[in-house]
């Protein structure tokens, strides 16, 4: 595997934009005015995050350097293992801190076990080493409440940071093409040996490893001798404004940096031959089984990864009017969007979602209005086809095509790289190739040799 890696990411020319100059940072109090990091979170529940501070330590042995990460749930911390030996090198890591809040506490612990499973299911498996699991658990006292701590190796960076890199940008096909196979290997160990379907896989959940532990050294000892920012919001909690940009990546690393899926927050365990129901994904990755209600699968994942091509080649979405006039995620425009680009859904694919439209949800969630909906047709709306399968309101279908959608490569890439994606952004879940299909596919032809 460590031979094959280094086959594909060794192909890469200089592509990479010169660095910038650091932004300056130092302790100096944030304005109370403007909301930062996970205070930006809808519904922010500042008793919900655990305090946490930079010199803090946990389970008497991680001793928190500076945040670098935030979300809905959770904080992230790079912290120094101090359980260390002189001869030693220093060795850091990055510590999740959960929330700890009824459903969240549970949420947290099913992300435990799933990793636990994941980690240990076959590390025989290609694919196993392209996912990441964390690798120390314990729990730490917050305002009243306890909250689940994971540990993992620290990574350098999302890859829509490393994006950033290139120019434009947008990462070169040929890269695109690397990391798909990688990423392809990795989802294939989720969905056919451990029964695991992501379901939200995004930018931000596939990190890229670091090039060198002293890039994470160096920047750790920067962060001791800068400070944080910080505010006091309005319970006295102090929060830390993140810093995640490691420094320059000399472009000699880049063939180095290996893309993980990581974050297994919302994943869900699905068995063989079953489907399941619930409202997954992230909206403008929402692949229309869920919307339509037909139950989904593993192959919601490939939907997934189909999409992130155009964020990575283009620097945007595929689907990129998911939202109305207020912000709202609108089922109609975004079911629009896929109409014009990929037709029309087959018939099968519309009587099956009738077929399932009493289908309940085991938990109802709440929609922008702030009712309980139980169906997914009480929360994404509908029918949105005729009986001959039409779509109802016309108005809403932008006129493009999908041949359009890629105008920064060539004609011979677009073709390839479309004709790729084609059997991922399929309507019909059977009509999409699974990861093992996939990594057979042409397109990869020549990639290791």
């Not at 596939?206 to 309005?234: H, W, Y």
């Not at 945007?316 to 425009?333: A, E, P």
Request: hydrophobic content about 35%; glycine content about 8%.
């Amino acid at each position: 595997m460590e031979s094959m890696i280094s086959n594909i990411l060794n192909i890469f020319p200089t592509w990479l934009k010169p660095s910038r100059p650091e932004a300056h940072q130092d302790e100096t109090p944030l304005s109370n005015d403007h909301p930062i990091d996970e205070e930006t979170v809808p519904g922010y529940d500042s008793t919900e995050y655990c305090p946490v501070g930079p010199g803090d330590v946990f389970h008497d042995r991680y001793k928190m350097v500076t945040k670098v990460g935030w979300g809905g749930s959770s904080t992230v911390w790079l912290a120094r293992d101090t359980k260390r030996h002189i001869f030693q090198r220093p060795r850091f890591v990055a510590v999740k801190v959960h929330n700890s809040s009824g459903g969240n506490s549970t949420d947290a612990a099913e992300e435990r076990n799933l990793e636990e499973y994941i980690a240990l299911r076959n590390r025989q498996h290609q694919g196993h080493a392209f996912i990441r699991t964390h690798i120390d658990v314990f729990e730490v006292p917050g305002l009243g409440r306890w909250h689940l701590c994971l540990v993992y190796e620290p990574m350098r960076e999302p890859i829509w940071q490393l994006r950033q890199r290139f120019p434009g940008g947008r990462f070169p096909p040929a890269l695109v093409k690397a990391y798909y196979f990688i990423l392809l290997h990795g989802l294939d160990y989720l969905h056919t040996e451990c029964g695991i379907v992501h379901t939200d896989l995004k930018l931000e959940n596939i990190l890229v490893s670091c090039e060198n532990p002293a890039t994470i050294k160096q920047f750790a000892e920067k962060q001791m001798k800068r400070g944080m920012q910080r505010k006091i919001d309005s319970t006295g909690r102090a929060v830390y404004l993140s810093t995640g940009d490691f420094g320059a990546l000399n472009i000699a690393s880049l063939r180095l940096l290996v893309p993980m899926i990581t974050d297994f927050g919302h994943a869900q365990r699905l068995p063989a031959l079953a489907s399941g129901f619930s409202a997954i994904q992230p909206d403008q990755y929402r692949a229309p089984e869920v919307i339509l209600g037909c139950g989904w699968t593993y192959s919601a994942d490939i939907w997934n990864l189909g999409l992130l091509m155009w964020n990575l080649l283009e620097g945007k979405d595929l689907f990129s009017q998911v939202h109305d006039d207020q912000g709202r995620y609108s089922s109609w425009i975004h079911l629009a969007e896929m109409v014009a680009v990929l037709g029309l859904p087959p018939r099968r694919m519309l009587d099956l979602s009738n077929e399932r439209l009493n289908y309940k949800w085991q938990q109802p969630i709440e929609n922008p209005e702030g009712e309980l909906c139980y169906r997914p047709r009480e929360y994404f709306g509908g029918p949105f086809f005729d009986r001959k399968g039409a779509f109802l309101d016309k108005k809403l279908i932008p006129n493009r095509k999908l041949e359009d959608t890629l105008p920064s490569l060539s004609v011979e890439e677009r073709t390839t790289f479309l004709e790729f994606a084609r059997k991922m952004i399929q309507w019909a879940l059977e009509e999409r190739k699974t990861a093992v299909q996939l990594l057979s596919d042409p397109f990869f032809d020549g990639l290791c040799e």
